[in-house]
């Protein structure tokens, strides 16, 4: 699939074994799982709540920030910075993240985090960082 906004404000959705070129997509979204599929594009799901990615791959700026209730579950970054921003995150994520910002709450397991922002945060960070690298 390719195109802009897409999936935004849909609930109880299940993708399987896509790929998809999209800017903005799954903003405001609720109750989604993606499988085994491709997500490349710009600010990836702001304010989804209940977003569940198993065994993807994301290319892009500035994904999954403002989330509640996010989990990533086998996943890959590709050229992926300034992630998770104020996001309630659960993620297990294969290879390199480019950067994290600000991430508010729950954990983030990753093979290698270039950097690590935490600063001028509007809100209480208890978010767990953790790296094997």
């Given amino acids: 699939?390719?195109?802009?906004?897409?999936?935004?404000?849909?609930?109880?959705?299940?993708?399987?074994?896509?790929?998809?070129?999209?800017?903005?997509?799954?903003?405001?979204?609720?109750?989604?799982?993606?499988?085994?599929?491709t997500i490349k594009g710009e600010y990836l799901a702001y304010f989804s709540e209940n977003l569940t990615l198993i065994n993807c791959k994301i290319i892009g700026t500035q994904p999954l920030c403002y989330?509640?209730?996010?989990?990533?579950?086998?996943?890959?970054?590709?050229?992926?910075?300034?992630?998770?921003?104020?996001?309630?995150?659960?993620?297990?994520?294969?290879?390199?993240?480019?950067?994290?910002?600000?991430?508010?709450?729950?954990f983030i397991k990753a093979d290698s985090i270039g950097h690590i922002i935490k600063e001028n945060s509007i809100m209480e960070d208890t978010c767990k960082i953790e790296t094997k690298f």
């Fill in 67 to 106: 989330c509640e209730n996010l989990k990533l579950i086998d996943y890959e970054m590709i050229d992926t910075d300034l992630a998770f921003e104020y996001s309630q995150v659960e993620a297990t994520i294969k290879g390199i993240i480019k950067s994290v910002k600000n991430p508010k709450s729950g």
């Fill in 1 to 37: 699939m390719k195109g802009k906004y897409s999936f935004q404000y849909m609930e109880n959705l299940l993708i399987e074994n896509s790929i998809l070129d999209t800017k903005d997509a799954f903003w405001h979204s609720k109750n989604v799982i993606v499988k085994d599929s």
